[in-house]
């Protein structure tokens, strides 16, 4: 039987050599069982190795290897050539991101957005090591486990409208984690949040369009996070106004 | 080497259907809108005494008219069946470990929406 | 300008992030560093999936942990260390259950623990089968608290800058611009993780290449029990991607081709029907330790009872009998691994694995304090051997020593920086303007080069499967060692494609496989030389231990020819060595 191939046609940049991306084709083997990061790794080992992109776990848990695969934001290495046969497959480095070579995509902006919502436990006592764990009922811990499934894919972010033509946003992930922090029971952190979480730019930017959760891999479901952290912050801002003299 | 930002065309929401449906989705409260800015007028008509009311209704009899309550009402339909559907994320119940079936949620809403409508219908046609 | 820190640290998985946390909490007025080839969430420890052993419940001791460790090593382990680990443990857990770590709770809303192989009694702490990836985002996200942690992330540390006898930095290249650049420190902290990529099947992810292993032994410090690589028994055929061991723990069961539990034929007891309620039964069949269980795989292959395949021959681990609703609830990851990667949903099918590479026990020598010979150079996690593992590693210790060891090297690396001062800068300087320059002429600026990375990436784990797999024995060994000495020569020709500066992906392809090839090298020739057999080096010319030659750890230190491999005896405290039994409950 005849070796079957499918075509990808990945968007180039090299900065040091061109001022505008380009689109290159590359035909490579079928198989039935690989993943579009299959093949981008036959390429760069056999064909060119100067394709530059991220990956590492190949198994959906690290979250380097997002990319916009057919103008959907996927994991690569989830993403099978089957669901693309006959192709063509394209290959595009995550939307809404501005694109430092190939595939890879510039992450500052996303870094500094995490680090905003104090993504960590903040309590007003700590209680001693030699007392043992905090107590968390079965319950407790259900309430924000859904949220803690991020993985920082990004996919969400490049999936997002809002953050698209508005890149101030906060975006989904930074704000499903501030929510998993805050549904936390121990922790008594969510007044600090506050300022960041409700500000203009976060979630009263989101339109609940919803495709964030739509393409999370891990069913984080982001974008019920940012409604729920709405009636948060609703419910806080009829306090401070009923109650101004409340600590806030 | 600098990033490069690739530009994002003003026609994004046609590129995936589920933006399109967004886009609709947001739209209908334009609709809304107008329906209820056309509701007033209307009801601002009934105040100034019958001649002028049974007036207004011969204008907005025409075809154009009926089109635009047609679209306001599935505009509006579109609007609510969204919005109820959405609530299931909003409002998160749980029992213990597990969270309360999305229809338990959605559910009430929808009940409560035909138990208005039938009182106001009933209230309308008996008369 | 040069770069320049209190306290750096390569690698920003596990390891790193609590060696970061733990120096700043040691002295807050410290200024510390973190140096990563990847963003640190991508560090390899988020694919640990098991969990993290730590004695916490009543019915367990100190004395049993040490117990299992030890014989789990097969008495390779150095008891000073075992015993310092097991103590410090169920602390470390706390501390970062205290920072966020969503382990999965007991009804009472206590820490809730579950069985592991080779271990007599429970004491596996498990956050859902994601352990490694809620302890990395735990750790990372808690370390953001601190504005003293400064990162470098996605630099690619190249080698140790050493003068007058002292480790005072690295020179890292910049990812983003492809500047190498010096970066200084009081003291140094290697966390870069194991090596397996240098086998073809292994549940490692790409970044998983040894280089703090290669750039402590290019720097002079040996490595310690290279020839000492865990086979995981279940991992999936073709990927390698890993079903956790939690899957045995929980009540999974291993069957050959015809549809028996063949670890009752190898000295692991006798199986239980898995309705029973004391299946399992803890250190027998299915939960028997690593390294045996990897072993029994290939004589069962021997024999032809084991299931061929597209990609070799595998065996079935079966958890159908566990139903849906639990496989949901304690190990609901292995449901989705199954499903993606091996077509088969195991609520309904059992699931193909064999034997992959999973784990290297040995690694860059440090002592308990988590120092190297060389002053002013700490090791911590996967990269250090110190030993805790001995010759096979028990599973859930590893997340565990990333905590104990992590904060150890930490604390003494704040200690050592606060008492040193930095010498000459200038010298430093020096020594990273040359690096810089060798690697702009051996890989940027090189056109002659014949060879392709992959070409010799490919041979390097054809020959390390074939020579130093999970049996072993003199000729295809000295093949092996032959073979990558070979590979090192042709290395010199290599090719890039890339040339250019940014994001140059296939140069730090090229530095990897120059680290992967020293590190295999190593494994290759410490295992040549260790003629007996124990935990998972198993040779079939020496198939007996030889405690009265071998009860003592491989030293591998670099020459200009092949490793030169010395020996260093083994701590042994209150447990003197014994034969090694399983299936005895």
Redesign the interface.
């Known amino acids: 039987m005849a070796e079957r191939s499918i075509t990808l046609e990945v968007f180039r940049y090299r900065p040091d050599k061109e001022q505008e991306p380009t689109f290159q084709s590359y035909t490579v083997p079928y198989r039935e069982d690989w993943v579009v990061l299959d093949a981008l790794n036959y390429l760069k080992d056999q064909v060119d190795g100067s394709l530059s992109y991220r990956w590492s776990c190949r198994m959906g848990v690290c979250g380097s290897c997002g990319m916009m695969v057919n103008g959907t934001p996927r994991l690569t290495c989830a993403a099978f050539l089957k669901d693309y046969y006959p192709g063509p497959v394209r290959v595009e480095p995550l939307a809404n991101f501005p694109v430092e070579r190939d595939l890879i995509v510039n992450l500052d902006d996303f870094m500094q957005k995490l680090k905003s919502v104090k993504p960590w436990i903040v309590r007003d006592q700590e209680q001693p090591i030699s007392e043992g764990e905090y107590r968390q009922s079965p319950a407790e811990l259900a309430n924000y486990k859904q949220f803690s499934m991020c993985i920082n894919c990004m996919l969400c972010y490049a999936a997002c409208p809002v953050y698209g033509l508005e890149p101030e946003f906060l975006g989904p992930a930074a704000i499903a984690l501030a929510h998993r922090y805050n549904l936390d029971s121990r922790d008594q952190g969510q007044s600090l949040r506050k300022d960041v979480v409700f500000g203009h730019e976060a979630i009263w930017q989101c339109t609940f369009v919803s495709e964030c959760s739509v393409v999370c891999p891990k069913d984080v479901d982001p974008a019920g996070a940012i409604q729920q952290e709405k009636v948060a912050g609703a419910l806080d801002l009829v306090k401070s106004v009923l109650m101004p003299w409340g600590s806030r | ?6 530009p ?1 065309s003003a026609s ?2 046609l ?2 259907s ?2 399109l449906l ?1 886009m609709l989705r ?1 739209l209908t409260s334009i609709f809304v809108w107008a329906f209820l800015i056309y509701y007033l007028v209307q009801l601002s008509h009934l105040a100034k005494g019958t001649e002028k009311y049974t007036a207004f209704l011969e204008r907005h009899a025409s075809f154009g008219w009926i089109l635009f309550a047609v679209l306001a009402l599935v505009a509006a339909l579109y609007h609510s069946i969204t919005w109820f559907n ?1 609530t299931p ?4 119940v ?1 029992k ?3 969270k309360i079936p999305p229809a338990l949620i959605a559910g009430p809403h929808y009940a409560a929406w035909l138990a208005i409508s039938a009182v106001i219908a009933w209230i309308v046609l008996r008369s | 300008m040069a770069l320049v820190h209190d306290v750096l640290i390569i690698g920003g998985g596990g390891a790193g992030l609590r060696a970061a946390i733990a120096a700043v909490e040691a002295d807050p007025k410290l200024d510390v560093a973190i140096v990563s080839k990847v963003y640190p969430m991508r560090s390899h420890t988020v694919a640990a999936e098991g969990g993290t052993a730590a004695v916490i419940k009543e019915n367990d001791s100190l004395e049993e942990h040490i117990k299992d460790t030890i014989s789990g090593a097969d008495w390779l382990a150095d008891q000073d260390v075992v015993e310092l680990f097991v103590k410090t443990a169920p602390s470390e857990l706390i501390q970062v259950e205290h920072w966020g770590c969503p382990w999965s709770r007991e009804p009472d809303g206590r820490v809730a623990v579950r069985p592991f192989g080779g271990m007599r009694i429970e004491r596996t702490w498990f956050a859902a089968d994601k352990t490694g990836f809620h302890l990395l985002h735990s750790l990372f996200q808690t370390s953001l608290k601190y504005d003293a942690i400064k990162r470098y992330d996605e630099w690619f540390a190249t080698k140790l800058l050493v003068e007058n006898g002292r480790c005072q930095g690295v020179t890292a290249l910049e990812l983003r611009s492809g500047l190498m650049q010096p970066i200084l420190a009081k003291a140094v902290v290697l966390c870069t993780g194991g090596g397996g990529r240098i086998f073809p099947f292994t549940t490692n992810g790409a970044i998983k290449t040894g280089d703090g292993m290669a750039l402590a032994y290019r720097a002079g410090v040996p490595l310690k029990d290279m020839e000492f690589v865990q086979y995981h028994p279940t991992g999936l055929p073709g990927t390698g991607i890993l079903i956790t061991e939690a899957a045995r723990g929980e009540g999974g069961i291993l069957v050959n081709k015809n549809g028996y539990r063949y670890l009752q034929d190898y000295a692991l007891g006798k199986p239980l029907d898995v309705h029973d309620p004391k299946h399992p039964q803890l250190r027998t069949m299915e939960l028997g330790p690593r390294d045996k269980l990897s072993q029994c795989f290939m004589k069962e292959r021997e024999k032809g009872n084991t299931i061929p395949g597209p990609y070799g021959d595998v065996v079935h681990l079966d958890i159908r009998h566990l139903g849906e609703k639990k496989i949901d609830k304690k190990i609901p990851f292995v449901r989705e691994l199954s499903k993606n990667y091996a077509g088969i949903d195991p609520v309904y099918e059992p699931i193909p694995v064999r034997p992959v590479v999973h784990y290297m026990m040995g690694g860059v020598h440090t002592d308990i304090e988590a120092a190297t010979p060389l002053a002013g150079l700490y090791a911590a996690g996967e990269c250090a051997c110190v030993s805790v593992n001995g010759a096979n590693r028990l599973g859930s210790n590893s997340l565990t020593e990333l905590l104990v060891f992590g904060a150890r090297a930490g604390r003494s690396a704040a200690a050592f920086a606060k008492e040193h001062a930095k010498l000459d800068t200038s010298a430093l300087e020096i020594q990273a303007k040359d690096e810089q320059e060798r690697i702009r002429k051996n890989f940027i600026a090189k056109m002659d080069g014949k060879e392709r990375i992959a070409t010799l990436t490919a041979e390097m784990r054809t020959a390390m499967e074939s020579g130093a797999g999970i049996y072993r024995e003199e000729a295809s060994l000295k093949a092996t060692c032959d073979k990558i000495a070979e590979l090192k020569n042709r290395f010199k020709g290599i090719t890039l494609d890339d040339h250019s500066n940014t994001y140059n992906t296939e140069l730090t392809t090229a530095l990897e496989l120059e680290n992967m090839l020293e590190i295999a090298e190593t494994v290759a020739h410490s295992a040549l030389q260790r003629k007996e057999s124990r935990g998972s080096h198993q040779r079939t010319d020496h198939p007996k231990r030889d405690d009265e030659k071998f009860l003592a750890h491989s030293l591998a230190y670099q020459t200009d020819g092949p490793p030169r491999v010395e020996y260093k005896d083994v701590v042994i405290t209150r447990w003197p060595p014994a034969e090694r039994k399983y299936g005895d409950s």
């Open positions: 080497m600098k990033p490069y930002n690739r994002i994004w929401w590129s995936k589920s933006y967004f947001e959405l994320k909003v409002l998160v749980r213990g470990e597990e």
